[in-house]
Structure formats: C-alpha cells, structure tokens
C-alpha cells in the first residue's frame, strides 16, 4: 500500500486559484469530489481551518476586551502564523464557511457547553 503524495499547499493554492477562475468561485461542489477527490479534500480541510482560525481571532479579541477589565488572561489562545497567513489568502480569493456547515458547527459547540 503506497501513501498517496502529498500535495504541497501552495500547488494546492493555486489549483483553487485556477478553480475560481474556470467556476467564479471557491465553492466545494459535488462535481469536484467525483472528478478530483484529493483537491476536493483539501477543500473542506481548508474550509475547516478557517473555521477554526475565525473562531480562535474572535476568542483572542473577547479575551483581550477581558483582560483590559480583568488585568488577567482567561486562557492561551494560540494561531500559528502559518495559519493565520492561509486563511488570509484562502479568504482574499474568495473561499468562505458555507452557511450551513457554519451553522452545523456552531451547533455542535452549543451541544458541548450543556
């Protein structure tokens, strides 16, 4: 069993790149997953890490407002600056969060806190 190659991001950014320009958008479509299932995974994963990074820059402003008020940060929240420099060239090209995967995800969290 051979592990497939792995595929280096920035190959991957501008195979989006090309995508966005042949389809006008960014947008992860069926079609994609039966035609080129590896770039179509990397999609999604991509569209996660934005998810996540949104989620930990929206934390960091909430614990910055906190700590001006408190003197004392709740907790470490860390982005890497490999991350956060992707998802700011994933979103300058136009790739978001669905709407429903979003709301799917914030779901979720909400089940968590019960």
Same mark, same amino acid.
């Given at each position: 069993?051979?592990?497939?190659?792995?595929?280096?991001?920035?190959?991957?950014?501008?195979?989006?790149?090309?995508?966005?320009?042949?389809?006008?958008?960014?947008?992860?479509?069926r079609?994609?997953?039966? *035609?080129?299932?590896?770039?179509?995974?990397?999609?999604?994963?991509?569209?996660?890490?934005? !998810? &996540? @990074?949104l989620? $930990?820059?929206?934390?960091?402003?909430?614990?910055?407002?906190?700590?001006? *008020?408190?003197?004392?940060?709740?907790?470490?929240?860390?982005?890497?600056?490999?991350?956060? !420099? &992707? @998802?700011?060239? $994933?979103?300058?090209?136009?790739?978001?969060?669905?709407?429903?995967?979003r709301?799917?995800?914030?779901?979720?969290?909400?089940?968590?806190?019960?």
């Amino acid at each position: 069993n051979k592990e497939p190659k792995r595929v280096p991001w920035d190959t991957r950014f501008e195979q989006l790149r090309a995508y966005k320009m042949k389809n006008g958008h960014c947008r992860v479509s069926r079609e994609l997953f039966k *035609t080129d299932r590896p770039f179509y995974q990397w999609m999604l994963y991509e569209q996660c890490r934005i !998810e &996540r @990074v949104l989620k $930990l820059r929206q934390q960091l402003l909430e614990q910055q407002q906190q700590d001006t *008020t408190t003197g004392a940060p709740e907790k470490d929240i860390t982005i890497t600056a490999q991350d956060t !420099e &992707r @998802v700011d060239r $994933l979103l300058a090209l136009g790739m978001t969060v669905p709407p429903d995967k979003r709301a799917a995800l914030e779901g979720a969290d909400a089940g968590k806190r019960r």
